[in-house]
């Protein structure tokens, strides 16, 4: 019997579970710019805190969805400057491969930002988002 339980996307084949690894690039953020690695499952990496940010992508994983997915093309997203704080993250989660950007030039992308916060860290510019 497997020890994986259904749903959960982090469950790999015969009851392990994958490692999760993700490189974020961070720029123009006027105070943390760099690269950062996190691991999850086991939980390391050198993001401000791991298990923080595997605690929060593991929240939002669903078998059904892509998680780092960009925000549809179609969105109508108001036109709030967040500030010119800039992320690349790659790697693997929940067995998928992970190549997203993001950025925090509108509200639909604010909002993402902020989806992510634990791994993306803060925005230098709290009161524009």
């Known amino acids: ?5 259904p749903g959960n996307a ?10 999760d690894r993700l490189t974020v690039v961070i720029f123009d953020s006027g105070r943390h710019d760099g690269r950062y690695e996190l691991r999850c499952h086991p939980t390391f990496g050198t993001v401000p805190d791991p298990q923080g940010a595997c605690d929060q992508l ?5 078998w059904d969805r892509d998680l780092f997915a ?4 179609d969105a109508q997203c108001t036109m709030i400057y967040g500030g010119p704080e800039r992320a690349h993250v790659s790697g693997t989660w929940a067995g998928r491969p992970v190549d997203t950007d993001f950025s925090r030039v509108n509200g639909c992308e604010m909002a993402r930002w902020n989806r992510f916060s634990r791994l993306l860290g803060e925005p230098a510019h709290p009161s524009e988002g």
């Not at 960009?70 to 093309?73: D, E, F, N, Q, S």
């Open 1 to 5: 019997m497997s020890g994986s339980a």
């Open 58 to 62: 593991d929240g939002q994983t669903r």
């Open 10 to 19: 982090s469950a790999g084949i015969q009851g392990r579970t994958p490692e």
């Open 70 to 73: 960009p925000v549809p093309a």
